[in-house]
């Protein structure tokens, strides 16, 4: 049975008896996939470290249509995110948009990276998470490609939700003046100058949902709710 190794973070552990889980990794080659991990369940079991929410390693797996995890090298195991509720809470927001988005075995780099650099954000800094949530909804809504372009010349023009860019301002819709720096700046660019805008937020929750058939608000209902 060919085996494959790639770069992954695992975004769910789901236990299905007392020594085995499914994991859900978002992998950098494979997109998000389901892997069976036989004994993980138990704590000196070398694949236990492996198999628990946000760690980042190099996993190696078996088979073609369904997986089976076999090794695991850490990269970084995010500890410190699993025993921080409210950082928790957030990064499992993160993920299930991910997983909400990306069709399970379909390869995006570009979300794969955003989705990782947001983590290692999350567990560095506190008080910045709406900031990184604005970047994070318009760099999806740009990779998962139903963001028109917005440019120098359009960018004090408006966006509806539909994706028409318009002169005048109308109901449901947001200056693309805002949108546009975050465009122009990397990450940790973008948190260094930008302030809270739930505008931004709002807006882009109403338009992925429009657009990829998605209720981030009901998730993060949810999650508000736990903290």
């Known amino acids: 049975m060919s085996k494959i190794t790639t ?5 769910n552990r789901k236990k299905i008896n007392s ?10 080659k494979m997109g998000i996939i389901e892997v069976y991990s036989y004994g993980s369940n138990n704590p000196k079991s070398p694949l236990n470290k492996g198999s628990q929410p946000f760690v980042y390693a190099n996993y190696t797996i078996s088979g073609k249509r369904s997986f089976k995890l076999s090794e695991v090298d850490i990269i970084d195991s995010f500890y410190s995110i699993r025993e921080d509720y409210t950082k928790y809470l957030d990064a499992s ?17 570009n979300v794969y990276e955003l989705f990782v650099n947001s ?20 760099m999806i809504a740009k990779y998962m490609g139903v963001l028109p372009y917005i440019g120098e010349n359009n960018k004090h023009k408006y966006l509806t939700l539909k994706g028409e860019i318009v002169d005048v301002e109308q109901i449901n819709s947001i200056t693309l003046s805002s949108i546009y720096d975050i465009l122009n700046l990397n990450l940790v660019s973008y948190l260094r100058c930008a302030k ?5 937020i709002e807006f882009f929750d109403d338009y992925l ?6 209720d981030l608000k009901k998730i993060r209902k949810k999650m508000e709710d736990f903290k």
């Open 7 to 11: 770069e992954a973070i695992c975004l």
């Open 19 to 28: 020594t085995s889980s499914y994991l859900t990794l978002f992998t950098r």
């Open 93 to 109: 927001f993160l993920s299930k948009f991910v997983s909400l988005v990306i069709v399970e075995g379909e390869n995006n780099k």
């Open 119 to 138: 983590i290692y954000i999350i567990r560095k800094y506190k008080d910045i998470y709406e900031v990184l949530l604005q970047f994070f909804e318009v």
């Open 196 to 200: 809270v805008d739930k505008n931004i």
């Open 209 to 214: 949902g429009y657009h990829l058939d998605i």
